[in-house]
């Protein structure tokens, strides 16, 4: 192995803490930090700026790939969102998200830039560690965000925080309404791995319109294609490897989004195009159809997935996690709702696996196996 490379395997106990110790004492030190659990697969001859940060996306929304971003590309990521918030370096930070995705590992270097403290919370267990934690801003996956709502303790710590990030997915509309209405600071926002993290978002605590996720965050330009999206401007990725195939990014990432742009509600997130599917003769899209359903079942936690079928193209799996128990009552009133081929023809509980992070297309089709239907 390349002794550049300092690796750091995913699979391991308490991985996010042993993180956590080494971004501490050695951020910009290493030349290639690389969050993997196969750094021996990849080729570290690359002509890239370094130092920099090599790390595995999860998966959820297709297939994982390796994201390259340089140190000094990390940092201008971080700074656009403490411009656009206004932070400084009095606002002290809680980490909440696994430090190996984008989400958690930028709180991290927001905190390193503006040399505030930074306090990491374990994600499963926000709800009961906030109401102990010293610190000002957060971020937050949706499903945190009603776990911490349904928590008194949490719930009046929360109340006093400056910022509350909201990313990950798009939240329920009910939730957003839920959390305005007890005077949470939230700020709703859109970004990916490619893009550091945001890339547009909501002034806290006021979202001019459910459906959109805010507007860009300067010098950030997004501009709206056909069947995707060009992100544009500094602190992108510089590379991306997949398949073994490295595809350099010279400060421009397409998402595979599709997006509407108004200039007056912000930026709507209308789906993903590589995720559209065929059901009965009509293209489902599942992050569209997802929000109907999460705010008719009131669901923490749900996602869909195309089974393949020989008649129909493909039937429509729901796989979920609810607070209480869902009926019979449920779902018809549910049917009620959506359109006929809209409707899912399973209904899978997700196990807890004591994770409040979105989970692994790998970990879905794995429960699928376990019921029988893959």
């Given at each position: ?136 801003v957060i971020s937050l996956v949706p499903a945190q965000l009603a776990r911490i709502i349904e928590t008194p303790l ?221």
């Amino acid at each position: 192995m390349n002794n550049s490379i300092l690796p750091l395997p995913i699979e391991v106990v308490a991985p996010d803490l042993k993180l956590l110790e080494i971004l501490k004492d050695s951020f910009n030190q290493f030349k290639i930090l690389a969050i993997t659990d196969q750094p021996e697969s990849i080729d570290l001859n690359l002509d890239l700026p370094m130092p920099g940060l090599l790390f595995r996306t999860s998966g959820s929304t297709g297939n994982p790939k390796l994201i390259y971003f340089s140190y000094q590309n990390l940092l201008q990521a971080a700074q656009r969102t403490i411009d656009f918030y206004h932070l400084h370096s009095n606002d002290n930070i809680i980490g909440a998200l696994p430090l190996h995705h984008v989400g958690g590992l930028m709180s991290f270097i927001r905190s390193h830039l503006l040399d505030s403290s930074f306090v990491w919370l374990e994600p499963s267990r926000v709800q009961e560690l906030l109401p102990k934690t010293e610190g000002d801003v957060i971020s937050l996956v949706p499903a945190q965000l009603a776990r911490i709502i349904e928590t008194p303790l949490a719930l009046a710590r929360a109340q006093k925080l400056k910022l509350i990030i909201i990313g990950g997915e798009a939240p329920a509309h009910s939730l957003i309404r839920k959390a305005l209405s007890l005077n949470l600071k939230i700020s709703v926002s859109y970004g990916a791995s490619e893009t550091g993290g945001q890339i547009c978002a909501h002034s806290p605590g006021s979202p001019l319109n459910l459906k959109s996720s805010g507007f860009p965050m300067a010098p950030i330009k997004i501009h709206q294609l056909e069947n995707s999206t060009l992100v544009s401007g500094p602190g992108l990725a510089n590379a991306i490897i997949q398949d073994s195939k490295v595809t350099p990014l010279f400060e421009e990432v397409l998402l595979q989004d599709r997006i509407q742009f108004d200039g007056l509600q912000g930026i709507k997130i209308l789906g993903r195009n590589d995720r559209l599917f065929k059901s009965a003769g009509h293209f489902i899209d599942p992050d569209q159809l997802l929000l109907k359903i999460k705010d008719e079942l009131k669901l923490e936690e749900a996602y869909i997935y195309p089974l393949p079928h020989e008649k129909w193209g493909h039937l429509i799996c729901l796989l979920y996690k609810r607070k209480t128990n869902l009926k019979e009552k449920d779902k018809m009133k549910l049917k009620k709702k959506l359109n006929r081929y809209e409707f899912p023809s399973h209904f899978i509980e997700l196990p807890d696996f004591g994770s409040s992070f979105k989970r692994s297309k790998s970990q879905i089709e794995e429960i699928l196996h376990l019921n029988g239907l893959l």
